[in-house]
């Protein structure tokens, strides 16, 4: 049977899963050193999360032996799928298991932000009682901008519908069909959703195209006034992937008012450096990377990489491929 390494951590029941099937599963994080030296040269396969990053150079010090890498989340931006195709290893995902959770995380970020809660928290911890200076707004009435308009994106769109908010979709590879079935208004650019937005928020993968995506002249663009007519200011949220975001455009747009709030929960580089100008902003907050970080989608996650990696181990169709030279 195969000999597979979790680099990441993985929930237990997972690794039972892994065990139960044969499999000898090794629980270690090896160093971008170790990876480079070939440390994956004695595996069959390997399941990892966003701190392990498999560059071409990695694997290719990997050797023959190494089939399959699981990852056990959506984003695979850690992974360099091409060179993965060339040296025959497939690379698996696990996108449904944490929908759930970032969809919570990203609308708890969006009220945080209209209602100032970090910041009225941070200011009663200080000993203060800044009532008048924490008025914010509703989510009612206003327009919701979703970047990319995947599964995530939709499940957020049909709670903000239920909160009453306009949604707006900017999302080139989307059937019109698909947004207009669900009420939502799909933009032809991405230009456009932001003139027509006061909140924002990005569900897209990490690409050349995507990077920077949210930038000065976008945000500059944004209305400040809601649909409803009130002056409920910008705002920007970030669950999907760091780098998106140009995070010093964010920065200036805080500064100088073009933005009211901004949150993220990823970053361009993780760990986030605790001197970052961001969070010396008093009208941002952010998290570090926990859109999955909830026990049911990690228990969802664990036992869908493992029957994903699985599946390839075996010889097996799998519907979670995504490197190209596969599918």
């Keep these: 049977m195969a000999r597979i390494a979790v680099t990441d951590g993985m929930d237990k029941k997972a690794v039972m899963l892994l065990e139960k099937a044969g499999h000898e599963v090794v ?27 498999l560059t071409s150079s990695v694997i290719a010090a990997s050797g023959d032996r190494l089939k399959v890498i699981g990852r056990a989340g959506v984003g695979v931006d850690n992974i360099d799928l091409e060179a993965a195709g060339q040296h025959g290893v497939h690379v698996v995902n696990a996108p449904r298991a944490s929908t759930q959770s970032v969809v919570e995380l990203t609308l708890g970020h969006l009220l945080a ?20 200076a924490m008025k914010g707004t509703e989510l009612s009435g206003k327009a919701l901008g979703l970047i990319g308009y995947g599964r995530i994106a939709q499940s957020v769109a049909r709670v903000a ?42 569900h897209c993968n990490l690409t050349e195209e995507t990077y920077h995506l949210v930038n000065a002249e976008r945000l500059a663009s944004m209305p400040q006034i809601g649909a409803d007519g009130t002056p ?37 580089h993780e760990p986030v450096d605790p001197l970052h100008p961001l ?49």
């Design 27 to 53: 629980l270690e994080h090896f160093s971008p050193e170790a990876l480079a030296s070939g440390a994956l040269s004695e595996f069959d396969a390997i399941i990892i999360r966003s701190a392990t990053k």
């Design 113 to 132: 932000c209209i209602r100032h809660l970090p910041r009225a928290d941070r200011s009663i911890r200080a000993g203060k009682w800044e009532k008048s």
């Design 161 to 202: 519908q239920a909160f009453g908010m306009e949604v707006h979709a900017y999302d080139p590879y989307l059937p019109s069909k698909i947004a207009k079935a669900q009420g939502t208004t799909l933009h032809k650019s991405v230009d456009n959703l932001f003139a027509s937005c006061t909140h924002i928020s990005i």
């Design 232 to 268: 409920c200011g910008n705002h920007v949220i970030n669950c999907a992937r760091g780098g998106i975001v140009d995070e010093r455009a964010v920065v200036e747009a805080l500064e100088n008012g073009q933005l009211t709030s901004a949150a993220l929960d990823v970053f361009e």
């Design 279 to 327: 969070l010396q902003m008093e009208h941002f907050h952010g998290t570090p990377h926990i859109g999955a970080s909830t026990l049911e989608a990690q228990a969802r996650v664990g036992a869908d990489i493992v029957t994903n990696v699985m599946q390839v181990l075996e010889g097996q169709p799998c519907d979670f491929v995504v490197n190209r030279s596969f599918l």
